[in-house]
């Protein structure tokens, strides 16, 4: 049974750093990608980051403003984690963040959207104060 379950979230201030994790297991293939998701109130849930377990190929996302700059996505291989590194955050990083997983195709040329993922997990609440 494959789990994804999400850590890391919180409060902080704008300009402050967060780092979110995403641990992850029961994995039966080894073609796997991770992405990192975001769902602010009354808006749809976008993708900012993904990266495949295996090559640990990554890609962040073009469309929603300030995350190549600010973010970046990792793997732990001996962890069986993949993190979400955000720097500088603002309140329009306010979200709930959920990583899910897919196979490859979800993240070949970029963040594919939610009907590509096979596994979500719960989220976490991040919160930027001003």
């Known amino acids: 049974e494959v789990q994804l379950v999400e850590s890391g979230g919180g409060l902080v201030q704008a300009g402050e750093s967060l780092t979110l994790s995403c641990a992850h297991s029961?994995?039966?293939?080894?073609?796997?990608?991770i992405s990192w998701f975001r769902q602010a109130p009354g808006k749809e849930r976008v993708g900012v980051a993904c990266i495949r377990l295996n090559k640990g190929t990554r890609f962040l996302s073009n469309v929603v403003k300030g995350v190549k700059d600010r973010f970046d996505i990792s793997r732990d291989s001996a962890e069986n984690t993949v993190s979400l590194r955000m720097n500088n955050l603002s309140p329009e990083d306010t979200a709930v963040y959920y990583c899910?997983?897919?196979?490859?195709?979800?993240?070949?040329?970029?963040?594919?959207?939610?009907?590509?993922?096979?596994?979500w997990g719960q989220g976490t609440q991040v919160t930027v104060s001003t």
């Open positions: 029961g994995f039966t293939f080894d073609d796997y990608a």
């Open positions: 899910a997983a897919g196979r490859t195709p979800a993240c070949m040329v970029g963040i594919n959207p939610p009907p590509y993922y096979d596994f």
